[in-house]
C-alpha cells in the first residue's frame, strides 16, 4: 500500500501501516511509540479561511510593509510585502516576532494601578475612565499650582501625530519639556544644516552607488532602515561594486565588505580626514563641483573681516597619511590606496554613525564624511547623499495658549537642549538620569510612551534611582517592561497590529516615504488608542487645553491633520514623495565645509572613554546583532531561542575577549568573570575572540531585561548598565563608543 | 520533437544559499520556527536540545586579529538523494517514517510513525534532525498563532526540515482548481527563502533550467557541505572565499576546493 505524501505531511491522523512479513515487530514499535508518545495535550490549530492584510511593521524605525498572514480571525505569520519600496519581501527577525508580541504573555491587559511599593509589581486593573480621571486629576493639580513645566513626556519619535497630540497637549497645558532619545538622525540633521542650511534628513541613494565606505556603520546590523540596507549591500554585491567597512572590531558587516580596516576605537574620524587630504593632495577630488557648489575649501574672509582658513588647509596642515596612520593605526599605504579608490570610483558614497546608530557621535566626525562626499562630487548627485527637506505633512490647526501654558512654555527645557550651552541640540535626554537629580527644576509627573528608558538610556542603573523619585511615573506600553513596571499607572496601547497610525518618513531612503499602519485584528485586550486617551486626557481637563482637542476621537483627528494624504495612503498603504532638486540654503547658498555662521567644521574629536586608565585596564564596547532587539521593543522568544551560545549560555551573557588579553589576564573560553565598569558592574562569561583587538571586550545590546516573562527576561546583561554617556563638546550629544573596563575572575 | 526538460517529469527541489550575502541575521531561522510551529522553552541555550529545522553555523578562518575573518552558514536539511534516493537518514530507519520522494526530491518525516529511536539522527552528518524532549507548551493564548498547515510535534519524536512541504501542497491545489499541471517557480518557495532579507537564498527545481536554482549551482563559487561523504545533497553554498568553501569538507592541505583554482581571491 502506498499513502500519498499529501496524507504523510498534513496527517492529524497517525497509523498508517506499512508492510512487512510478520506483524510482529510492527505491534512492538507500535506499543513503543503510545508508550514514549502517549498522546499528551498537543493543540490542534484550527483551519480557516486564509487572508492577506498589508500594513506597516513599526517595531522598528525601519518601517518595512508587512502582509500579514490570518487564518480566519487569527494572525499567523507576517511576510515582508513583495515590492515594497522599504523592503521588497525581506523581513527581519524583530517583524517576524509580530504574532509573538500580540498575543504574548507580557501585554499588559487592562489599564493597571499600583497598589504596592514602587516596582513591587502589584496590580489594580482599573476602567478607562478612572485611568484617565487619575492622570487629569494630577495633571490638573500641578497646573493649579503654576507648575505645569514639571511634567515631563518621553517619546520615541517627535514626528507622527500621536508624538505630535503629545506635544500638543503639554503646549496648551505648558510644558516644554517633551524628549525624545537623540541617535545618529540628530547628528545627521546637525551636520546636515551646517552644510546645506536644510532642516532635513539625508537620504542616501545605495541603489546607484559603485562604491560604499563606512565609518563603523552597522549597514547589517540594523543601521538605517535594516531591511532596507540588506537589500542594499546584496545589490552591491551583485553588481560587483565594492563595500569598505571601517571598525575596531569584526563586526558582521565588516566580515561582510570587501575589505575591512581595523582602526583604533574611535578614530574613524581622523580617518575620513585622511582620505580627504590624500584626495585634495593628490587633486583627485571633483574640482567642477567644489568650484560650482562649495564654500570654505579655500580660505576666505569673513563678514567681520576676519581671515578664516579653508578646509584644505585644514585637512593638509593636520591630516597627512603619517599622521592618520599614526592616530588609526593602519598602514600608510592602505590609507593612500583607499583614498584613491573611493576618488576613482564613479559614484562613491560614504556614511557614519556607529553600530546601529542609537549613540549619536559626534558632529566634526559626521561633518568629516560630509566633506568627504562633497570632495568627490558625491553630495545631491544619484548614488550619493541627498538631503530631504523636512516636509510637515501634517496640517494642525494653531493651538491657543492660556495665560498659565505661556509661562510654562518659556521654561528653559530640563535637558538644556537649545540653550545657550548647546544650542545646535534639540534633545539631550541620554543625560537624563543626570538631568532629573540635578537639573534646574524636580519633575513631578512624567509620562512615557513607545519608549523603555529604564533599559533603554545609557546609566540605566543610575536612571532607575532617579525615575524612582518622580512622584508620578504614567506608562503608555502595550507590554510590561521595565519602566511600565516601575510606573504608578498604566494605560496599554494597542499595538501595531491593531491600530491605526501615520507612519512618518524612514530614515536614510532616497526618498521621502509617507505610511499607514492598519489595524489587522481587533484588540486582543481592554487596551486603548494612546492617541485617544490623549484627547480624553485634555477635555477632562478642560478649559482651553480641552479647546485645543476639538475631535471626538483619534480617528476623526487623523483624517483632519492629514488631509488630502488620508485617502491615498488608506488605499495604497503608502506614498512616495520626489527627490528633491540639489540646492543649498546656507548664507553662501553653497555647501559649506566650515560653516559661516556658527563656524561648525570637520573634525576630529578625541572621544575618552570614562574610567581611570589604572582600574580599569580595558575598554568596554558593545555591538549589535540583528537576532537581538536592543531598543525600546523588546525581543520575541523566538529571537532569545535564535541567539548563539557563544552569546549567551543559560543565564549568562558571553562577552568577546581577545585570546592575547585573556592569556594576560589568565582567562580561558566560558570563565565567570566580574566586568566593572565606573557605571556599574555584572557578572558575566568570557568568549575567546579574534574578532576583537587586545584589550577590548565586547558586549551585545539588547540582553538582561528583567521585566517581561522567562522567555525574555533574567537572560544576561543589560548593555546600558554599564556604560554612561560622554558628551561631544560642540552638539552636546552623546558620543561614547565605549567605556573603560576590567575583568575579574570570580 | 524532444524536450530538454518534461514539464511534467520528476521534480528535484533545492536550494542555493549564497554566503557572500547571508549576513546570518537569523531570519530564515525564525520564519522556519513561525512558519513550522516550531516550540520554544524559557532556555534554548543547549543547542542540542534546541528544536530548530535551520540551524545557522558560525565558520571562522582561525586567524588572529585583524586577519580574522567569519562567515554565518545557515543549514538546512540538505534533502540527500544519496544514491537512487538512499539518504543515509532514509537507509536507517526501522519506521518508514522518513522516506525520499523520487517525484519531488524531498525527504519526508512522518511524525506519526517516527517513535523516536533516533537512528536517523545519529546517520545524518548534518546534524539536521532534532529530538522533541519535551512537549510543546505555549503560554496561554500563544497558540492562537500556529499555522493549521503544519501540525504540532510531540515529545519523543524526531522532526526536520520538510522544504515547506506544505506549501508545496497548497501551491499543487491551486494549480490544480486553476486547471494546470505545473506550478510556476514562485509559487512554491519555502518560508526561509521568502524572509531573508538579503536575498541569500534561491529555491526550485534543480531539474528545470528555467529555474534560477538550475544556473546558480553551477557558478564557480558553489559547493556542497560534505560532499565526498556521496550524501548528494540538494542544498547548493556559493562563496568567493576559499576558506569558507574549504570549511565545507574535509580538504588535504594542499587540495583545491572544487571551484578554487579558477578564482581570484575575493578578500586577502
Ligand atoms: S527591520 Fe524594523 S521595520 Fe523592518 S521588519 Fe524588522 S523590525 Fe520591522
Ligand atoms: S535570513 Fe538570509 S541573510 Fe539572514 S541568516 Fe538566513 S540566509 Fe543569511
Ligand atoms: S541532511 Fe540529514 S536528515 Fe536531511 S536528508 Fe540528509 S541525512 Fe537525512
Known amino acids: ?470 512622584p508620578f511615573l504614567v506608562s503608555f506600553s502595550s507590554f510590561m517592561d521595565e519602566t511600565a513596571a516601575m510606573a504608578d499607572l498604566v494605560l496599554p496601547n494597542h499595538i501595531y497590529l491593531e491600530r491605526l497610525e501615520d507612519v512618518p518618513p524612514v530614515f536614510g531612503l532616497p526618498k521621502p516615504l509617507l505610511q499607514l499602519c492598519r489595524p489587522v485584528t481587533a484588540p486582543q485586550f481592554d487596551t486603548r488608542h494612546t492617541g485617544d486617551v490623549i484627547i480624553q486626557i485634555a477635555r477632562a481637563l478642560g478649559g482651553g487645553v480641552a479647546a485645543a482637542f476639538p475631535w471626538p476621537d483619534y480617528e476623526s483627528c487623523l483624517k483632519q491633520v492629514l488631509g488630502g494624504h488620508f485617502a491615498r495612503l488608506h488605499k495604497d498603504g503608502y506614498l512616495e514623495g520626489r527627490v528633491p532638486e540639489l540646492r543649498f540654503e546656507t548664507a553662501s547658498g553653497r555647501f559649506e565645509f566650515i560653516n559661516t555662521e556658527y563656524k561648525a567644521k570637520p573634525a576630529y574629536t578625541p572621544v575618552i572613554p570614562q574610567g581611570d586608565k589604572g582600574v580599569f585596564p580595558l575598554v568596554l564596547t558593545g555591538y549589535d546583532s540583528m537576532r537581538l532587539a536592543g531598543g525600546a521593543v523588546a525581543d520575541s522568544p523566538f529571537m532569545v531561542k535564535s541567539v548563539d551560545d557563544t552569546v549567551l549560555k543559560k543565564g549568562d551573557v558571553l562577552v568577546e575577549v581577545n585570546p592575547h588579553t585573556a592569556g594576560q589576564q589568565g582567562l580561558a573560553e566560558g570563565d565567570a568573570v566580574v566586568l566593572a565598569t565606573p557605571a556599574g558592574r555584572a557578572r558575566v562569561r568570557v568568549h575567546l575572540s579574534h574578532r576583537v583587538p587586545p584589550g577590548m571586550v565586547a558586549m551585545p545590546r539588547g540582553l538582561g531585561h528583567t521585566a517581561y516573562d522567562p522567555f525574555i527576561g533574567g537572560k544576561g546583561v543589560n548593555f546600558n548598565e554599564l556604560i554612561a554617556p560622554v558628551p561631544d563638546p560642540v552638539s552636546g550629544l552623546d558620543a561614547a563608543w565605549g567605556i573603560r573596563a576590567s575583568l575579574t575572575k570570580v | 520533437m524532444k524536450e530538454e526538460h518534461r514539464q511534467d517529469g520528476p521534480k528535484k527541489y533545492g536550494m542555493v544559499i549564497d554566503l557572500d550575502k547571508c549576513t546570518g541575521c537569523g531570519s530564515c531561522m525564525v520564519a522556519c520556527m513561525s512558519e513550522n510551529n516550531a516550540p520554544f522553552r524559557e532556555d534554548e541555550s543547549d543547542k542540542l536540545l534546541s528544536v530548530a529545522w535551520l540551524r545557522l553555523y558560525k565558520l571562522t578562518n582561525g586567524k588572529p586579529y585583524p586577519d580574522t575573518d567569519v562567515c554565518y552558514l545557515p543549514r538546512p536539511c540538505m534533502h540527500c538523494e544519496g544514491h537512487n534516493g538512499h539518504s543515509p537518514c532514509v537507509s536507517v530507519c526501522p519506521a518508514t517514517a522518513t522516506d525520499y520522494d523520487s517525484a519531488t526530491g524531498i525527504v519526508s518525516q512522518i511524525y506519526t510513525r517516527c517513535f523516536g529511536c533516533r537512528y536517523c539522527m545519529a546517520a545524518c552528518p548534518y546534524h539536521a534532525r532534532v529530538f522533541n524532549w519535551w512537549d510543546p507548551v505555549w503560554p496561554d493564548g500563544m497558540e492562537k498563532y500556529l499555522n493549521p498547515d503544519v501540525s504540532v510535534r510531540m515529545r519523543g519524536i524526531v522532526e526536520k526540515c520538510s522544504f515547506c512541504y506544505h506549501r508545496l501542497q497548497r501551491a499543487k491545489d491551486k494549480a490544480y482548481a486553476e486547471g494546470r499541471r505545473e506550478i510556476r517557480e514562485d509559487e512554491y518557495q519555502t518560508a526561509c527563502t521568502q524572509a531573508c532579507p538579503a536575498g541569500a537564498i534561491t529555491f526550485g527545481d534543480l531539474n528545470n533550467p528555467k529555474h534560477a536554482v538550475y544556473k546558480l549551482r553551477k557558478s564557480p563559487r558553489a559547493f556542497r557541505l560534505l560532499e565526498r561523504l556521496g550524501t548528494n545533497p540538494k542544498v547548493y553554498y556559493l562563496s568567493s572565499r576559499e576558506w569558507v568553501r574549504r570549511a565545507g569538507d574535509n580538504y588535504l592541505a594542499d587540495e583545491a576546493t572544487g571551484a578554487g583554482k579558477h578564482m581570484a581571491e575575493h578578500k586577502g
Not at chain 1, 414 to 430: E, I, M, N, Q, V
Request: hydrophobic share 40%; glycine share 12%; net charge positive.
Open chain 1, 1 to 470: 500500500m502506498k499513502v500519498g505524501r499529501r496524507r504523510f505531511l498534513a496527517f492529524g491522523i497517525g497509523g498508517a501501516v506499512g508492510t512487512a512479513l510478520t506483524p510482529l515487530p510492527w505491534k512492538l514499535m507500535d506499543d513503543i511509540s503510545i508508550w514514549t508518545q502517549n498522546w499528551p495535550w498537543t493543540p490542534v490549530p484550527p483551519k480557516g479561511v486564509v487572508s492577506h492584510v498589508n500594513s506597516v511593521c513599526t517595531l522598528c524605525p525601519g518601517r518595512c510593509g508587512i502582509t500579514v498572514r490570518k487564518v480566519g480571525d487569527r494572525v499567523v505569520k507576517i511576510e515582508g510585502t513583495k515590492g515594497h519600496p522599504v523592503n521588497d519581501g525581506g523581513i527581519c527577525l524583530l517583524g517576524l516576532s509580530g504574532p509573538q508580541f500580540l498575543y504574548g504573555p507580557s501585554r499588559v491587559r487592562s489599564p493597571l494601578k499600583r497598589v504596592g511599593k514602587r516596582g513591587e509589581g502589584r496590580w489594580e486593573a482599573i476602567s478607562w475612565e478612572q485611568a484617565v480621571s487619575e492622570v487629569a486629576k494630577r495633571m490638573g493639580e500641578l497646573r493649579a499650582k503654576a507648575e505645569p513645566h514639571t511634567v515631563g513626556c518621553l517619546l520615541p519619535e517627535d514626528r507622527g501625530s500621536v508624538a505630535q497630540l503629545f506635544a500638543r497637549l503639554l503646549t496648551v497645558y505648558g510644558s516644554p519639556n517633551v524628549m525624545r532619545r537623540p541617535s545618529i538622525e540628530d547628528t545627521y540633521e546637525m551636520a546636515l544644516y551646517q552644510t546645506h542650511g536644510i532642516i532635513g534628513r539625508p537620504g542616501f541613494d545605495l541603489q546607484k552607488t559603485t562604491f560604499l565606505l563606512s565609518f563603523g556603520s552597522g549597514y547589517l546590523q540594523g543601521w538605517g532602515s535594516p531591511v532596507h540596507m540588506f537589500r542594499a549591500h546584496s545589490h552591491l554585491l551583485s553588481n560587483s561594486c565594492r563595500v569598505v567597512q571601517v571598525e575596531p572590531r569584526l563586526s558582521i558587516s565588516a566580515a561582510k565588505a570587501d575589505r575591512w580596516m581595523a582602526v583604533k576605537p574611535g578614530t574613524e574620524a581622523a580617518l575620513a580626514l585622511g582620505l580627504c587630504h590624500v584626495i585634495v593632495k593628490e587633486s583627485l577630488y571633483d574640482k567642477a563641483f567644489v568650484d560650482k557648489h562649495c564654500q570654505g575649501f579655500d580660505a576666505w574672509t569673513d563678514e567681520q573681516g576676519q581671515k578664516q582658513p579653508g578646509f584644505k588647509e585644514l585637512v593638509l596642515g593636520n591630516f597627512t597619511p603619517a599622521t592618520t596612520a599614526e592616530i588609526t593605526g593602519l598602514k600608510q599605504a592602505d590609507i593612500i590606496e583607499l583614498a584613491r579608490n573611493f576618488a576613482k570610483a564613479s559614484r562613491p558614497l560614504a556614511i557614519c554613525g556607529r553600530g546601529n546608530g542609537s549613540v549619536p557621535g559626534t558632529l566634526g566626525e559626521f561633518m568629516a564624511v560630509y566633506a568627504l562626499n562633497a570632495l568627490v562630487g558625491s553630495v545631491g548627485r544619484s548614488g550619493g547623499v541627498l538631503a530631504l527637506p523636512e516636509a510637515e505633512y501634517l496640517q494642525w490647526p494653531a493651538p491657543e495658549m492660556d495665560e498659565v501654558a505661556a509661562k510654562g512654555m518659556q521654561q528653559q527645557r530640563l535637558d538644556g537642549a537649545g540653550g545657550d550651552k548647546y544650542p545646535l541640540a534639540r534633545y539631550r535626554t541620554s543625560y537624563l538620569a543626570a538631568l532629573l537629580k540635578g537639573g534646574g527644576y524636580p519633575l513631578k509627573m512624567l509620562l512615557v510612551a513607545g519608549e523603555n528608558p529604564v533599559y533603554d538610556l545609557p546609566g540605566s542603573t543610575e536612571l532607575k534611582k532617579a525615575l524612582a523619585d518622580i
